[in-house]
């Protein structure tokens, strides 16, 4: 052992290091990333069939509309509802602390997870497209580089809040928020339903969430009917920012 | 290579840490010297892993100073923490993996080169006998691994890219008897290379042999501190124990301590009173006052446990008993 020691550098290489970690990272999400994807499919398929039992006889704009904004609603329970409850299971079970006390960069723990969630994120908007179109036969016309554009800044956003979220606030509270943000997402949010169906002071709080923006934006990529809009894309941004803030410094803080 | 430096392993100066009205640590002070084994003795609740999580840099003390290697843990945790490894008391993330997988991973995290990484963790797995199960993958839920070898493959995790100040927090829990004397010398070994270590635990009775000097908490404050020699006072005391009858009340020789536990009476004795007491107790037993009795050296447990059981005797041991 002793002459191995040499070999062990003082100042590792980030590369190497970044490589290491998200080996780490995907050998634990890999356990469930089969079960993920599983339910965004379940999840596609449910919004898709069963919003159509709702509206029967459903016109080509409805079901445009509806497959539209499926990939966005995927998009936020990967991030803002499965990567708290990952990320709250991490801190009990003792690998946060584990992953705390290394050598290791507090922006490259967060990179680490924020690329690995992207990658478990986005097959879901491949997903709700396909289940959309081929259910209502729908034709749409793709922007594919404003698509994965959208799809990257909503997934990062979504991914980054969520990961505020549930190194911020005490485990038991992220668990439950989590589960509103189920209700909230599927439920009150203008994603899968135009948004002039809610009062209008329900319009204006959803004008600075970043729901109704991340359901545009997607949409805009998706149809030709509708506008890419900037300001939207501001909210998005804003909620990342300090999402990613928050993060940060939750890891980097010692209680 | 070894891996002395000219800076004491770990310094902690006068740690105050509370958690609400609870004084966590309350003025903790020690110090590990490189190529030192240091047991971190004491209850649950003494304060053992607060004083863990900050040499770490996890927690913030409330006041004093802790360096570990000659860098301020408190004021530069980064760097601190190129300096220690820890094995904390939960288990490691060893999910998804199986424990080369693992052991490869952390030794990579902390700048270890391919070439050498292969290399160690064959060496550890021998070391630790844990070759059999070196390939097979730990499920979700305690499935696929055990208990006792997700332990050690924790321990193999920190100790795989060597640091000049080791910490393990019970780093024998779920491991079996022969597997635990294993990384016991483990443990030695890391020090005689120069690393200073300190060890939290409960196994007080199998650490006698590996650890240099003892710091007992209780209650966040250090009751004594010192070699197992000086913690053991005079050599010439030693132990009676027996169990079953009823032979309280004065005995035919002095005693100087008496420590009931779990219907076993254990009573601390002079060399010279031996004989008296042998002669006593083997009279009890044919009269069938007592089931049986034994007489052993004062073992580390006995230390600690007077210590622990009498907080007045105070950091100078069982020396003025």
């Given at each position: 052992?002793?002459?191995?020691?040499?070999?062990?550098?003082?100042?590792?290489?980030?590369?190497?290091?970044?490589?290491?970690?998200?080996?780490?990272?995907?050998a634990?999400?890999?356990?469930?990333?089969?079960?993920?994807?599983?339910?965004?499919?379940?999840?596609?398929?449910?919004?898709?069939?069963?919003?159509?039992?709702?509206?029967?006889?459903?016109?080509?704009?409805?079901?445009?509309?509806?497959?539209?904004?499926?990939?966005?609603?995927?998009?936020?329970?990967?991030?803002?509802?499965?990567?708290?409850?990952?990320?709250?299971?991490?801190?009990?079970?003792?690998?946060?602390?584990?992953?705390?006390?290394?050598?290791?960069?507090?922006?490259?723990l967060?990179?680490?997870?924020?690329l690995?969630?992207?990658?478990?994120?986005?097959?879901?908007?491949?997903?709700?497209?396909?289940?959309?179109?081929l259910?209502?036969d729908?034709?749409?016309?793709?922007?594919?580089?404003?698509?994965?554009?959208?799809?990257?800044?909503?997934?990062?956003?979504?991914?980054?809040?969520?990961?505020?979220?549930?190194?911020?606030?005490?485990?038991?509270?992220?668990?439950?928020?989590?589960q509103?943000?189920?209700?909230?997402?599927?439920?009150?949010?203008?994603?899968?339903?135009?948004?002039?169906?809610?009062?209008?002071?329900?319009?204006?709080?959803?004008?600075?969430?970043?729901?109704?923006?991340?359901?545009?934006l997607?949409?805009?990529?998706?149809?030709?009917?509708?506008?890419?809009?900037?300001?939207?894309?501001l909210?998005?941004?804003?909620?990342?920012?300090?999402?990613?803030?928050?993060?940060?410094?939750?890891?980097?803080?010692?209680? | 290579?070894?891996?002395?430096?000219?800076?004491?392993?770990?310094?902690?100066?006068?740690?105050?840490?509370?958690?609400?009205?609870?004084?966590?640590?309350?003025?903790?002070?020690?110090?590990?010297?490189?190529?030192?084994?240091?047991?971190?003795?004491?209850?649950?609740?003494?304060g053992?892993?607060?004083?863990?999580?900050?040499?770490?840099?996890?927690?913030?003390?409330?006041?004093?100073?802790?360096?570990?290697?000659?860098?301020?843990?408190?004021?530069?945790?980064?760097?601190?923490?190129?300096?220690?490894?820890?094995?904390?008391?939960?288990?490691?993330?060893?999910?998804?993996?199986?424990?080369?997988?693992?052991?490869?991973?952390?030794?990579?995290?902390?700048?270890?080169?391919?070439?050498?990484?292969?290399?160690?963790?064959?060496?550890?797995?021998?070391?630790?006998?844990?070759?059999?199960?070196?390939?097979?993958?730990a499920?979700?839920?305690?499935?696929?691994?055990?208990?006792?070898?997700?332990?050690?493959?924790?321990?193999?995790?920190?100790?795989?890219?060597?640091?000049?100040v080791?910490?393990?927090?019970?780093?024998?829990?779920?491991?079996?008897?022969?597997?635990?004397?294993?990384?016991?010398?483990?443990?030695?070994?890391?020090?005689?290379?120069?690393?200073?270590?300190?060890?939290?635990?409960?196994?007080?009775?199998e650490?006698?042999?590996i650890?240099?000097?003892?710091?007992?908490?209780?209650?966040?404050?250090?009751?004594?501190?010192?070699?197992?020699?000086?913690?053991?006072?005079?050599?010439?005391?030693?132990?009676?124990?027996?169990?079953?009858?009823?032979?309280?009340?004065?005995?035919?020789?002095?005693?100087?301590?008496?420590?009931?536990?779990?219907?076993?009476?254990?009573?601390?004795?002079?060399?010279?009173?031996?004989?008296?007491?042998?002669?006593?107790?083997?009279?009890?037993?044919?009269?069938?006052?007592?089931?049986?009795?034994?007489?052993?050296?004062?073992?580390?447990?006995?230390?600690?446990?007077?210590?622990?059981?009498?907080?007045?005797?105070?950091?100078?041991?069982?020396?003025?008993?």
């Open positions: 052992m002793s002459n191995a020691t040499a070999v062990i550098v003082e100042r590792p290489r980030d590369g190497a290091v970044f490589v290491a970690l998200l080996r780490l990272y995907l634990k999400a890999g356990v469930q990333i089969p079960l993920i994807v599983s339910v965004q499919v379940l999840l596609a398929v449910g919004m898709i069939v069963g919003f159509g039992f709702l509206i029967p006889d459903i016109a080509t704009d409805e079901a445009t509309f509806l497959t539209t904004g499926v990939p966005t609603t995927l998009l936020l329970m990967v991030g803002l509802v499965f990567v708290p409850q990952e990320i709250v299971k991490r801190r009990t079970d003792g690998t946060m602390t584990y992953l705390r006390s290394l050598p290791v960069p507090r922006w490259m967060l990179m680490g997870d924020l690995v969630w992207l990658v478990v994120a986005l097959p879901g908007v491949a997903i709700a497209i396909a289940v959309g179109s259910y209502f729908l034709s749409l016309s793709i922007s594919w580089g404003l698509l994965i554009g959208v799809s990257f800044v909503i997934a990062l956003m979504a991914t980054a809040v969520g990961y505020a979220m549930a190194v911020s606030l005490p485990a038991s509270q992220v668990v439950l928020a989590a509103v943000l189920v209700f909230v997402i599927l439920l009150f949010s203008p994603i899968a339903f135009p948004a002039d169906r809610l009062p209008g002071w329900f319009q204006s709080v959803h004008d600075w969430l970043p729901f109704r923006p991340a359901a545009d997607m949409r805009a990529s998706l149809t030709e009917g509708s506008d890419f809009q900037v300001d939207q894309l909210v998005l941004a804003v909620w990342a920012v300090v999402g990613l803030a928050l993060s940060l410094a939750a890891l980097a803080r010692k209680k | 290579m070894r891996l002395t430096t000219q800076h004491p392993a770990i310094v902690v100066d006068d740690i105050h840490r509370s958690f609400g009205k609870v004084k966590a640590n309350n003025g903790i002070s020690l110090s590990v010297e490189p190529g030192q084994v240091v047991g971190l003795l004491g209850h649950n609740g003494a053992k892993t607060t004083l863990v999580s900050q040499i770490v840099g996890l927690l913030k003390p409330d006041s004093g100073r802790i360096h570990v290697a000659g860098v301020d843990a408190v004021a530069d945790p980064a760097r601190a923490r190129r300096q220690v490894s820890v094995q904390s008391q939960s288990q490691a993330p060893v999910e998804g993996l199986t424990p080369r997988g693992a052991i490869e991973i952390s030794a990579k995290l902390r700048g270890g080169r391919s070439e050498y990484v292969e290399q160690a963790v064959e060496a550890l797995a021998d070391e630790l006998e844990i070759r059999p199960w070196l390939d097979r993958r499920l979700p839920e305690g499935a696929g691994l055990s208990g006792g070898i997700r332990r050690l493959t924790s321990f193999a995790m920190s100790v795989v890219a060597p640091t000049p080791l910490v393990l927090d019970e780093p024998t829990n779920d491991v079996d008897a022969h597997r635990r004397r294993l990384l016991w010398s483990a443990v030695r070994r890391r020090a005689d290379e120069g690393a200073g270590v300190l060890l939290v635990t409960h196994n007080v009775a650490i006698d042999q650890v240099d000097k003892l710091v007992i908490l209780e209650k966040g404050t250090v009751i004594a501190q010192g070699t197992i020699d000086e913690l053991r006072g005079p050599s010439d005391l030693v132990r009676l124990t027996y169990s079953g009858g009823d032979v309280d009340g004065k005995k035919p020789f002095l005693v100087e301590k008496v420590h009931h536990s779990a219907g076993r009476t254990a009573l601390t004795l002079r060399m010279e009173q031996l004989e008296a007491a042998t002669t006593w107790a083997i009279a009890q037993r044919a009269a069938g006052r007592l089931e049986s009795f034994s007489v052993s050296p004062m073992t580390l447990e006995d230390v600690y446990l007077d210590l622990t059981a009498n907080k007045d005797t105070g950091a100078k041991g069982l020396a003025n008993v």
